[in-house]
């Protein structure tokens, strides 16, 4: 149990500082992401700890907003390993100019086999190896509300660490 | 450009790092959180225990991987 908590601090501390990036102005990206982590739900003695499935997402975002620079994001997840489910997300991200920063909140629906929703809030940054390609690390919380695949009267609350590829266009 | 390989070389030693501490975290993996944690034809309990599903509950339609429309199909009376 208590190296489990450790994991999920690691994965809390993994993000890379923020720092410049020269993409940080561009229009449209793309990015398509693995996440892995922890996953956490009932309370006291009943409280159960295991891992995320993993979870592959294809997203393309675009910015709307200029100040503040808001991005808005939609895209398909599918969740795998010990399982396969398919479904979207969407939401807004703010991108700081002058940073690599990035903060994103919306929504996940898995719609198939079974259904699940939740909110999503990320954090991370990115780290460009040309003006256009880079890798993007991001810890993800997710609150899974409702839905066919949750036990009636529960929720479940994962912690993600995400690794992305990212293109983005000026 | 040496320099931002180096850092990408960083970030993948990181993120391998936390997938290895991860895999060696039990956690609690014989609970569950979820009907797809359990395997088919099973739905997750409060208590985290996977069980079969009574007849006429909630779960047991919409519990597990099962197409809820066909299991829908079969328990509906005319």
């Known amino acids: 149990m208590l190296v489990c908590a450790a994991g999920a601090a690691l994965v809390t501390f993994a993000a890379p500082p923020a720092i410049g990036s020269p993409a940080d102005e561009s229009l449209w990206k793309a990015e398509i992401q693995a996440g892995y982590g922890i996953a956490i739900g009932g309370s006291g ?3 159960s700890r295991r891992p995320t499935p993993l979870t592959i997402t294809a997203i393309a975002a675009i910015a709307f907003e200029d100040d503040p620079p808001l ?7 599918a969740e ?7 479904g979207a997300v969407a939401g807004i991200e703010l991108r700081p100019h002058g940073s690599r920063f990035h903060l994103a909140g919306g929504a996940t629906v898995l719609a198939t086999p079974y259904t699940l929703w939740g909110a999503t809030v990320s954090a991370g940054a990115c780290l460009h190896a040309t003006r256009a390609v880079g890798l993007c690390g991001d810890l993800q919380v997710t609150a899974f509300l409702g839905g066919s695949d949750l036990p009636e009267g529960r929720t479940v609350n ?4 995400a690794l992305g590829l990212v293109v983005d266009a000026p | 450009m040496r320099r931002s390989a180096g850092r990408l070389g960083t970030g993948l030693a990181a993120v391998l790092a936390i997938g290895l501490a991860l895999r060696a975290t039990g956690c609690t993996p014989e609970l ?5 944690d359990c395997p088919s034809g099973m739905v997750c309990a409060v208590d985290g225990s ?12 919409d519990g597990g991987s099962d197409d809820a429309s066909t299991i829908d199909a079969l328990v509906e009376i005319p």
Request: aromatic share 6%.
């Open chain 1, 45 to 47: 003695a009943g409280m």
């Open chain 2, 32 to 36: 569950c959180l979820r009907n797809s």
């Open chain 1, 71 to 77: 991005a808005a994001y939609g895209g398909l997840v």
């Open chain 1, 158 to 161: 994962q912690a993600q660490f």
């Open chain 1, 80 to 86: 795998t390993l010990d399982r396969n489910a398919a």
């Open chain 2, 50 to 61: 996977c069980a079969v599903p009574s007849a006429g509950s909630d779960a047991a339609i």
